[in-house]
């Protein structure tokens, strides 16, 4: 009988030796996913309206990243904005669209500097124009980056993308260009707006809720999962690295039988 070989635990990333901050990245992740939460209960503890929160949040995503693209991940992908946050209050999706957009003009000098690619995932309709328009212009001209991948999850709601995914094929069908027999995993893989990426091999949530929250549903089928009670502000390099050692330490069985 074929068998299909299982993914290997820990995928080895080609990183510049000059540029590791730490020893060998064996077991680093290729694909770490994380719901950055905790914005609110920071700036809440603090005596701060919630924006302080989200303003001291991109502090956290700025080392994260950094530290991410020198530990030799290939992929980080990031929670910044689920389908579902429309339901807060206006005045605060309007501030984090401002603070988006100035995100993405900040971040550029750090993006090139560590080469790395930009990537978004989600629903462009219902975000600003200006928002979108710096996104774009950050996505170009990182384009040409080939260090690690920053994907950013705007808007973005899993069930959403499924759905999404499942009218591209049938229309396809209707269309005549696909035989419903063709659909597989991967052609489905591929209509989801995470194409082309591999899935998540570590997820990360902080401030301790023990739930998914509609994020990246089909893709980490197989993540390893790592909640931490800090606070995304609160969240430092020191953090990431607990997780990838935990990571490290893990037996990743695929549904098949233990190694030893
Ligand atoms: C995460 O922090 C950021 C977003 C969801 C945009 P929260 O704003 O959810 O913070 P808490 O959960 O209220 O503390
Ligand atoms: C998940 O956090 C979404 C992001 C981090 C962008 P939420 O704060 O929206 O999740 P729930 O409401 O606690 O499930
Ligand atoms: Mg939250």
Redesign the pocket.
């Known amino acids: 009988m074929a068998t299909t070989p299982a993914p290997s635990a820990s995928q080895r990333v080609s990183v510049d030796p000059a540029r590791r901050d730490e020893p060998a990245p064996d077991h680093v992740p290729r694909h770490v996913a994380i719901?950055?939460?905790g914005n609110g209960r920071w700036a809440q503890q603090r005596g701060l309206p919630r924006i302080e929160g989200h303003r001291q949040g991109v502090a956290s995503v700025r080392r994260i990243t950094e530290h991410c693209a020198r530990r030799g991940v290939e992929q980080l992908t990031l929670?910044?904005?689920?389908s579902?946050?429309w339901r807060r209050p206006a005045t605060e999706i309007g501030f984090l669209m401002q603070l988006l957009e100035q995100y993405m003009i900040e971040e550029r000098p750090l993006l090139m500097r560590e080469r790395i690619s930009v990537a978004m995932i989600g629903r462009r309709d219902g975000l600003p124009a200006e928002t979108l328009a710096a996104m774009d212009r950050t996505v170009a001209m990182c384009a040409g980056n080939n260090g690690m991948r920053l994907c950013l999850?705007i808007n973005y709601g899993a069930r959403g993308e499924i759905v999404a995914a499942a009218q591209k094929l049938a229309a396809e069908a209707v269309a005549g260009t696909l035989d419903p027999e063709e659909i597989d995993e991967a052609l489905f893989s591929d209509r989801l707006d995470t194409a082309g990426m591999p899935d998540p091999d570590l997820l990360v949530r902080t401030a301790g809720?023990m739930?998914i929250?509609n994020?990246l549903l089909w893709q980490i089928s197989y993540a390893e999962l790592w909640v931490t009670d800090a606070l995304w502000p609160d969240f430092t390099e020191a953090h990431l690295d607990t997780a990838i050692a935990s990571f490290a330490a893990r037996e990743r069985r695929f549904g098949g039988l233990s190694q030893s």
């Open positions: 719901i950055m939460d929670y910044c904005l689920s579902e946050n999850a809720e739930r929250s994020f």
